[in-house]
């Protein structure tokens, strides 16, 4: 079997980009990284200020946005405008030629709407299929992808789309041509066994512990949907996954969660 290329897919979560210093440091981490790298991004707080400034208020069920056709204009504009291209601006003075891109250009990123049999999530997209030619064409050119949280439906529609799936399914979607190691970065350590302490790094997660975990109430809310991408992607052919604090892309000995199956 021949050796397959390695790719890095980093996920940067809200508060890395809502603190211009921090984000400033991660993104030297991130251009520090040899090889083939996409970096894929949310919104933070941005879409929420920018939304509550025209008078919109903003709806959440169980940490998900719900999405109307006012509140897409505002992340379409916020994740897709000003924070991917502040970021590719900053990674071209990183010497790093990125390119921001949302799920609709070059037909990357294609969606189905969510059908929830109970919440109405709007315009909420739950990923379909990846442009995987393409997507290894960049990567081949030396292009750096930086993917927002917005996809479409081939049909026209924008749709909103949570970052950490996409992450998830880019890295799912490479596995078969790249050795795919996929770290999810944000302000934490890793997975706590505690919130409140962030010396409560698990370091190694199973699906077993997974499961004890859930059931102790250990882990909850956003932890969950992230850790059952991990998993999934786990399953679909992707090497490796980390969780923590972006210090771990340029310190080996940095504390971090490996999720493993």
């Not at 916020?78 to 991917?84: F, L, P, S, T």
């Not at 993917?147 to 799912?172: M, R, V, W, Y």
Request: hydrophobic share 40%; glycine share 8%; charged share 20%.
């Amino acid at each position: 079997m021949e050796n397959k290329k390695p790719v890095s897919i980093i996920k940067i979560g809200g508060n890395i980009i809502d603190n211009p210093t921090e984000l400033k440091q991660f993104l030297s981490h991130f251009a520090a990284i040899e090889g083939h790298k996409i970096l894929v991004h949310g919104g933070g707080k941005s879409a929420t200020k920018m939304a509550e400034s025209i008078g919109l208020v903003p709806q959440m069920i169980d940490g998900r946005r719900i999405t109307d056709a006012a509140m897409l204009d505002v992340v379409v504009m916020i994740y897709a405008g000003q924070i991917n291209k502040n970021i590719v601006a900053q990674l071209q003075a990183n010497s790093t030629n990125a390119m921001g891109f949302s799920g609709a250009d070059g037909n990357l990123i294609q969606s189905n709407k969510r059908n929830h049999p109970t919440i109405n999530y709007g315009f909420v997209g739950d990923v379909k299929k990846v442009n995987t030619q393409l997507l290894e064409t960049l990567l081949l050119n030396e292009i750096v992808p930086v993917f927002c949280a917005i996809t479409h439906d081939g049909k026209g529609q924008l749709l909103n789309t949570n970052a950490d799936t996409i992450a998830s399914e880019l890295a799912i979607a490479l596995a078969t041509f790249f050795d795919v190691t996929l770290n999810y970065c944000f302000e934490k350590p890793g997975v706590l066994y505690d919130a409140e302490d962030d010396s409560s790094v698990i370091e190694n997660i199973n699906q077993e512990l997974y499961s004890k975990l859930k059931a102790e109430k250990a882990i909850h809310s956003g932890m969950i949907p992230k850790l059952d991408n991990c998993f999934n992607s786990l399953s679909k052919g992707v090497q490796k996954i980390k969780i923590g604090h972006h210090r771990m892309l340029h310190n080996a000995s940095e504390i971090c969660t490996t999720i493993k199956l």
